[in-house]
């Protein structure tokens, strides 16, 4: 018997359009923190997906684990935050963890799990993902703080339609006959985004005017080919605290640069008044469970700053979506 222990999370690809199919689940793509839960006994860990310790983000929410019919089990899910409507809100989030969440709210986070890696001494990694999700709901008791992520089988283009009215940031799509492929990313798991999004590495800073003179927006870039290329700036939607924070944090970093020295951000851009600074920046260098890298070991935030924006019109995607294929009925297929 073995015991459990942290798994390398499998990854979804992005593809640009849902699809129906008979042999995929549908579930919510979940607008939280990808977080793994390893029980052993009494004993809770919380990783990250770069196997860094979640629970200095969320605390021992899901400790102790009354909410599990089983002494070992490693479960696989996201952590997130309900608004007022019950629907998961990622900025709401991001100030829970801060400790700016409401004083008298009983369940700051919920944790969606949506699959099972390992049961009672045994890897279940093996097994299609319609037999772990069974085992999962098997040994998953009611409780606030836990639930389990529900799917809709063959119907993916009314569920992506439903949670495009609902808001949502979008929909996941997976084989049901696929078994978990720790650390790998594969088109067995697809990602279908409502919301576009891309994640980008803080690079450097510009001052702006008027109440905002001290920052006017971030420099973010993408990489490419080894090198951090410059994509664009964000800088709407900053209240004062932002900017505070932002600010304190760049003054501690110790990898700060002189403009006089080489730059991360190839081109720095131009701005008017000459303001822009740039920051040092290292490619794994991950600041929180939102934008883990696959590194292994912490390093310092100031390494790399990732926020999550909107980029001016020559962002460059990471992430390049591909198209499921057709059956020999001409209905759409996800990749098989």
């Not at 283009?157 to 492929?181: N, Q, S, W």
Request: with cysteine; aromatic share 6%.
């Amino acid at each position: 018997m073995t015991k459990p222990g942290f798994i390398p999370p499998m990854l979804a690809t992005l593809v640009g359009a849902p699809f129906d199919d008979p042999d995929w689940l549908f579930e919510v793509k979940w607008d939280g923190f990808r977080v793994e839960v390893v029980v052993d006994g009494d004993t809770v860990r919380l990783w990250t997906r770069g196997e860094q310790d979640a629970s200095r983000y969320f605390g021992p929410f899901v400790d102790p684990p009354t909410w599990l019919a089983a002494r070992q089990a490693v479960v696989d899910g996201e952590v997130i935050a309900l608004d007022e409507r019950g629907e998961p809100d990622f900025a709401l989030l991001q100030a829970r963890i801060k400790g700016r969440g409401v004083a008298a709210e009983p369940t700051p986070f919920v944790y969606e799990a949506f699959d099972l890696l390992h049961l009672e001494g045994r890897s279940v990694l093996g097994e299609p993902l319609e037999q772990r999700r069974r085992l999962l709901a098997s040994i998953l008791q009611p409780d606030p703080r836990v639930r389990l992520s529900e799917t809709i089988a063959e119907e993916g283009v009314a569920f992506f339609e439903a949670a495009k009215a609902r808001g949502l940031e979008g929909i996941m799509a997976k084989d049901r006959r696929a078994p978990y492929l720790p650390g790998k990313r594969t088109d067995r798991w697809q990602k279908i985004k409502i919301r576009p999004e891309q994640e980008l590495v803080l690079g450097g800073w510009v001052k702006g005017t008027g109440k905002a003179v001290d920052l006017g927006a971030l420099l973010v870039g993408v990489y490419e080919d080894g090198l951090l290329r410059y994509a664009g700036k964000v800088g709407a939607g900053f209240t004062t605290d932002n900017r505070a924070e932002l600010l304190a944090a760049i003054a501690r970093s110790p990898l700060k640069r002189p403009r006089s020295r080489s730059r991360p951000l190839e081109p720095l851009p131009a701005t008017r008044n000459g303001s822009a600074r740039s920051l040092s920046c290292a490619r794994n260098s991950p600041v929180g469970p939102a934008t883990e890298s696959s590194a292994r070991r912490p390093t310092r935030a100031s390494r790399s700053r990732r926020t999550r924006g909107k980029s001016s019109a020559n962002d460059r995607r990471a992430d390049r979506p591909v198209r499921g294929r057709r059956g020999p009925e001409g209905r759409r297929r996800g990749p098989q």
